[in-house]
Antibody, heavy 118, light 110 residues
Framework: EVQLVESGGGLVQPGGSLRLSCAAS????????MSWVRQAPGKGLEWVAN????????YYVDSVKGRFTISRDNAKNSLYLQMNSLRAEDTAVYYC???????????WGQGTLVTVSS | QSALTQPASVSGSPGQSITISCTGT?????????VSWYQQHPGKAPKLMIY???KRPSGVSNRFSGSKSGNTASLTISGLQAEDEADYYC??????????FGGGTKLTVL
């Protein structure tokens, strides 16, 4: 059974940093593109970042470029999102998702809430 | 990285059919047969319902179907059931290894 479990969310002040993790199990993690998708409270879904199977390619939505870094550790079956210079508008539930060949998102974690507030 | 356009809300009675549209551009929906649809119940993670315009994942009811014409994709739910009441999001590959989501549509089963 495919499982994705996010952790690392919490309350952080504007300008602060946070690192999200996603533990994957039930599939060959190193064979899949992985993604982060976020959802602000009461709002819709927003794609945030993609990372290739070997970590050699990374792509970001314009609003997080230069502030967020997606990474992965295939030995640990884990996906990460390092978030720096956080802003109030980054407040959201962050989901990790499996993205086979970037065609769609077929499995999602339960999400972790990030709140940016003073 | 523009958002796709969906109606904010749709409604239907049990047993009826509804269609949710998703309008993009020639750079996303119109260029790729990589439109997917997600169902999200309150407080839950999204669930993949349709991928590659019209394919259904294993376990998804055949009451859900998808199509595309030009820059607009559509999700049709037939034989509406109370459990279908949820938010629905479309998503399209947008080139350069990026994706974009629609704003979401709230489906109310009357």
């Amino acid at each position: 059974e495919v499982q994705l479990v996010e952790s690392g969310g919490g309350l952080v002040q504007p300008g602060g940093s946070l690192r999200l993790s996603c533990a994957a199990s039930g599939f060959t993690f190193s064979s899949y593109w992985m993604s982060w998708v976020r959802q602000a409270p009461g709002k819709g879904l927003e794609w945030v970042a993609n990372i290739k199977q070997d970590g050699s390619e990374k792509y970001y939505v314009d609003s997080v470029k230069g502030r967020f870094t997606i990474s992965r550790d295939n030995a640990k079956n884990s996906l990460y999102l390092q978030m720096n210079s956080l802003r109030a508008e980054d407040t959201a539930v962050y989901y990790c998702a499996r993205a086979p060949l970037l065609r769609h998102f077929d499995y999602w974690g339960q999400g972790t809430l990030v709140t940016v507030s003073s | 990285q523009s958002a796709l356009t969906q109606p904010a809300s749709v409604s239907g009675s049990p047993g009826q059919s509804i269609t949710i549209s998703c309008t993009g551009t020639s750079s996303d929906v119109g260029s790729y047969n990589l439109v997917s649809w997600y169902q999200q119940h309150p407080g839950k993670a999204p669930k993949l319902m349709i991928y590659e315009v019209s394919k259904r994942p294993s376990g998804v009811s055949n009451r859900f179907s998808g199509s595309k014409s030009g820059n607009t994709a559509s999700l049709t739910i037939s034989g509406l059931q109370a459990e279908d009441e949820a938010d629905y999001y479309c998503c399209s590959y947008a080139g350069s290894s990026t994706q974009g989501f629609g704003g979401g549509t709230k489906l109310t089963v009357l």
